[in-house]
């Protein structure tokens, strides 16, 4: 035998082939066979090593199909490949347990989840159902700019619950704001590649324009909103209408007015995010900035905290001039959202259930959102400021405390409380403590758990 | 009564509140109501218009809501808002009739569906139900990397199937591969925003390094793939492993190790597309370049032919680099994909369910690529020339016809055929037959009927 080194062995449970086929590999990593080299024929192999003619075959049919033989006719097999300075096998790296040490979550304050008893899952559960009996409908894949079906529902949606001008055409489903703002961006072009935006509200809107290069224009804001003037060079401007660091005041007229005086102005487009802009619950939802410009303003809606977080549908309404430059290019983009979800989603509203589930929201968190304000008010220190936050579902409090966030985390933590959005400015503290995820009859001893053992000094005393 | 235009009609069927709201919003915009004017009281309105006082004040209510009107105490309320060159409501635009005109197809040659059949959507649809069962999972959202328990499940899939070497803090699900894309290329600064790729292979790959505003250096295949040379200045270079314009042969071991030792002179990262890698029949699956350089290689794997294509879910494989800036702004990412749908295929992969559907299909695809490779032979011309295409799933035609691409086009869809891709180069054409979306038994007649009734000449005397 030429070569010892192509050897098997009958009992060590890996397939013949296969072993024949990793030590050819081996030798021309090694160097061992060098471009060139002739191997030994099938015959001859399959004698030498006492097994088939046909595991021989399969190895080197294999080494030929990835380049590492040829097999010359009359003539035989030979090295193809040089020596390389890589690995011939993948390491394999065992999978590391999980890091993700999960602490149980007694409270969650924090906006990550919504409470199960006003989610819609078994209705839900059913239409995904009913989606899964049209097979015809889930071979086949989805159209990229959403579903037909969905972009109805949600044109006579929008107008109807937010105001907003749409036509199915000029609407583009995506699987959340980031996908679709993915989308968007690529249709700017000529628009300056800078953008404007409320500075630290909406970080993951900010990544999205980093990633493309932009330059962020960071906008303060006062009680009515963005300020906004001509100092503003961007010809972008992102705007959540419904909701700001400030607060959750909607932004009144006459400053929506002002910004779409500011964009006519500039030739600058608006994409208004209207975060949750349906679950006002203390009034009537304001409508959408989109229906005052809708030429100039893009629409962006979803549904997280209305039908369920696992859920990933948003959708954008691009006024003509942009939609006309998507159309164009809208074969080069995959569709994101699940067309499963986006059909049951489309069933959802056609048969009148978001309906029903907005009216039965607003009635829930309206009350929850009382319960949580009076709980604050009667757990923490009375000067403490507590603000209701309508859109983003929470309740925000306004601390003087020495202790620090990073403290105060490891406190919840360790006390098995989810906080949410924290931040710190002009020496006092800020927590958003949303509602969304704890039951209307447990936001008191929340609200008191969250208190004593966070929030509550001495601490040292209590606990050493 | 001081304003005659705020007149309510009790039998119209809309909200006594909603109409006085409008009518005030009219006159503001008309100019029929100014600045600084003065409205009439609660008490004053609700009896010249002889409707409630809770009419008038939640009308009021919402309009100060708004910023229409502000209720200075002791004094009444006045017009805040000024009179807008906008239309005070949205238009209401009708939904126009669909333009997708839908004829009913016949054969399916595009590669936009696959054989109902051999999908597995019962076990499918069980998987998502069980998920719906357990409530806490579909009412929190989802991690921003992917579920743990798919990313584990992958780790190992990918090893053992593609040859992959990955640990599942380095995966990163998204919903298809532009939306991973997107990430990948905003991780990707500091590599100069060129990338080089194959001229006119993935155009939405494409569209998305575009959007980006990169620099696009398009690349030439020879019958081994891409050509690449110290000339291409890119340091991205993205790259189909297994399959490319020239066919679906798999890029030889040797001019892997060119590739990747390219990549090291130019300190490159290489983006791997490995669409369908799997999915070869005629020999044993060619392992993933990734497993040969995963310091340098991203690894890009999707599903859509072997679950259900109106499943979108993807994964990429980050090397150590990137995945340490990928975790320093995870929380800036939405997850795309449905977390649902994650955890089923998680389930899918891990209960051993999906290498039994990769056999399948394997063998599936196998008879039906000999079976549309026969039936063209029997039916079309003899110089006709068909090569089967592994991993897109069809066999390409070369023709040499005096029909127009558009003609033929047209024919096929007055036929109920939908063709695949096709193309002209150097005065042939070229077609790309899918054979994934027809029964096999089905394919004879279809290929009988395709040129029949689309390629065969003389066209006009059979119809005229």
């Known amino acids: 035998m030429l070569y010892e080194f192509l050897s098997v062995e009958k009992s060590s449970g890996v397939l013949l082939y296969e072993q024949l086929y990793d030590k050819v590999r081996l030798a021309i990593g090694k160097g061992l066979l060098k471009k060139g080299d002739k191997l030994p024929s099938i015959r001859r192999l399959s004698e030498d ?7 021989v075959e399969s190895a080197y049919d294999q080494l030929c199909a990835e380049g590492y033989l040829s097999n010359r006719p009359q ?18 790296l065992p999978s590391e347990p999980s890091r993700l040490h999960k602490t149980l979550v007694r409270y969650d304050f924090s906006s990550s989840s919504v409470d199960p008893e006003y989610t819609d899952i078994k209705f839900w559960q059913r239409l995904i ?13 989805g159209q990229p700019q959403g579903e037909k079906e969905l972009r109805s529902a949600l044109c006579e949606y929008s107008r109807r619950v937010r105001g ?20 968007l961006i690529g249709l700017l072009d000529g628009y300056g590649y800078s953008a404007a935006m409320e500075q630290g509200f909406f970080p993951q809107g900010e990544q999205i324009f980093r990633d493309f290069r932009y330059d962020i224009t960071p906008l303060s804001a006062d009680k009515e909103g963005i300020i906004l003037d001509d100092s503003v060079r961007s010809r972008v401007l992102f705007v959540n209408s419904s909701g700001s660091m400030r607060g959750s005041a909607p932004i009144p007229v006459n400053k929506r007015a002002q910004i779409i005086r500011w964009a006519k102005r500039r030739d600058a487009v608006i994409i208004e995010d209207d975060f949750n802009g349906e679950l006002r ?11 005052m410009c809708g030429s100039r303003v893009v629409y962006l809606g979803s549904f997280s905290k209305l039908l369920l977080p696992s859920v990933r549908i948003s959708y954008m309404v691009l006024p003509p001039s942009l939609s006309g430059r998507y159309a164009e290019r809208c074969s080069n ?8 979800e986006q059909l049951a989603l489309a069933q959802y509203i056609s048969c009148g259930r978001l309906d029903r589930q907005l009216r039965r929201l607003r009635k829930l968190y309206s009350e929850k959102s009382a319960v949580m304000y009076a709980s604050v008010k009667e757990c923490f220190p009375s000067d403490t400021i507590v603000d209701v936050i309508e859109t983003a579902l929470c309740v925000r409090i306004k601390l003087n405390t020495e202790t ?15 906080l949410g959005k924290c931040r710190e400015k002009n020496g006092l503290k800020y927590f958003y403590l949303s509602f969304a995820g704890i039951a209307s009859d447990e936001i008191p001893q929340a609200v008191n758990c ?13 606990y050493h």
Chains 1, 2 share one sequence.
């Not at 907003?164 to 989308?183: E, F, H, K, Y």
């Not at 969250?450 to 929030?455: A, I, T």
């Open 49 to 55: 090593l006492s097994v088939s003619r046909t595991t």
């Open 75 to 92: 003539r035989g097999f030979f090295v193809e490949a040089e020596q390389l300075d890589i690995p011939t096998s993948p390491s394999h």
């Open 129 to 141: 159902k009913d989606v899964y009996e049209k097979p015809y409908v889930i071979t086949s894949y």
């Open 164 to 183: 907003v001008s749409a036509d199915p055409d000029r609407i583009v489903i995506g699987a959340g704001t980031q996908a679709l703002l993915s989308v």
């Open 281 to 291: 619950y203390t009034s009537k939802p304001v409508p959408a900035l989109q229906g």
């Open 333 to 340: 983009y995959n569709q994101t959202a699940s067309k499963a």
């Open 404 to 418: 620090s966030l990073d403290e105060l985390r490891k406190r919840a933590e360790n006390s098995g409380i989810r």
């Open 450 to 462: 969250l208190y004593r053992e966070v929030f509550q000094e001495p601490f040292v005393e209590k």
